[in-house]
């Protein structure tokens, strides 16, 4: 039931920090990229976390533990993402051509995600865990808006990857994929399937009710 939520993020951009720009003065564009992602580090490790949880319910999980696992994992990326705006905010402009106008615009895309992923919180905790084939069309609904969310996280990293200051960046620790932490598996349930094993099952033409297995 959970297969194509965990299709939708496990083909998802995982948020490592780079942003475009260019400048001569290397030392501190490192150092702005140092703060940024001496922060942002525990914030990429949840959202990891938090798709890891989701892609974990997709072997065996019922209703109700799905609704609660999504329901957690989108509050805990809408979270970590605003702490990545503040993080950012915090930094001040980088010190790159139209620093000011990069700045604002990786906080402008990053509070707009955390608003989205909010609202698929909403969406997911209205669902009624009890008639399963409902549950299973409206989970439907939640991964056709997780999808689209994942697209603005990848065109906001379009737009924002490049240059020197994207360079130093993803040379620091705290912005590279971070490796999910994986939950511990309850007694006599079935080992969580990997993203990519969530991934190539989840098959598009799948039906609802298919997809409830």
């Not at 698929?120 to 439907?140: E, H, I, S, T, W």
């Not at 939640?142 to 130093?168: F, H, N, R, S, Y």
Request: a neutral charge; one cysteine or more; aromatic letters at 2%.
């Amino acid at each position: 039931m959970n297969k194509k939520l965990a299709a939708a993020l496990s083909g998802g951009a995982v948020l490592v920090l780079a942003l475009s720009g260019c400048s001569d003065d290397g030392d501190k564009v490192n150092d702005w990229a140092k703060t940024v992602c001496d922060q942002a580090k525990p914030q990429i490790q949840k959202r990891a976390d938090a798709q890891q949880l989701i892609i974990s319910t997709a072997a065996d999980g019922k209703p109700a533990d799905i609704q609660a696992a999504d329901s957690k994992a989108f509050q805990d990326i809408a979270d970590a993402d605003r702490a990545l705006a503040k993080a950012i905010e915090g930094a001040g402009a980088p010190p790159v051509d139209n620093g000011e106008k990069v700045q604002q615009d990786a906080i402008k895309e990053l509070n707009a995600t955390a608003v989205a992923y909010e609202g698929l919180k909403k969406q997911v905790d209205a669902l009624d865990p009890n008639n399963q084939q409902k549950f299973a069309d409206g989970l439907q609904g939640v991964a056709d808006g997780l999808k689209k969310i994942e697209k603005m996280d990848q065109d906001a990293l379009a737009k924002l990857q490049g240059g020197e200051l994207g360079t130093a960046m993803a040379k620091q620790p705290g912005c590279q994929k971070a490796k999910p932490s994986t939950p511990a598996a309850k007694p006599g349930s079935k080992p969580s399937k990997p993203a990519a094993t969530a991934a190539t099952t989840a098959k598009p033409s799948a039906t609802a009710s298919k997809s409830a297995e």
